[in-house]
């Protein structure tokens, strides 16, 4: 079974930085992208960023200006640098590791989470 490690969250006063990481172990399989996703309490759970396998990047618009994502996709590894932060970052942090398979004719994500890191800004 993949399992998603993720690390570096933590309480952070607005406008510092954190660094999250985020490994996958257990598949033999690759990937066709890794990234971040994130959720606050009551609220729906929003892409961060990702990177795929090919080095194409896709960031939110809230956060493209004040994060950054690298890693090797092919070694199952992807960290998101957090600057500039703000309370409205506030919220649990979620790696996502995806794989397409080829079902009923046609390519269908298929995705593995990671347990969760918490991300709390302060003013």
């Known amino acids: 079974q993949v399992q998603l490690v993720e690390s570096g969250g933590g309480l952070v006063q607005a406008g510092g930085s954190l660094r999250l990481s985020c490994t996958a172990s257990g598949s033999s399989f690759s990937f066709a992208s890794m990234g971040w996703y994130r959720q606050a309490p009551g609220k729906q759970r929003e892409l961060v960023a990702t990177?795929?396998?090919?080095?194409?990047?896709d960031y939110a618009d809230s956060v493209k200006e004040r994060f950054t994502i690298s890693g090797d996709i092919a070694k199952k590894m992807v960290v998101l640098q957090m600057n500039s932060l703000k309370p409205e970052d506030t919220a649990a942090y979620y790696c996502?590791?995806?794989?397409?398979?080829?079902?009923?004719?046609?390519?269908?994500?298929?995705?593995?989470w990671g347990q969760g890191t918490q991300v709390t800004v302060s003013s």
């Open positions: 996502n590791a995806r794989r397409v398979v080829l079902t009923n004719g046609r390519f269908r994500p298929v995705d593995y």
């Open positions: 990177m795929s396998s090919s080095n194409i990047i």
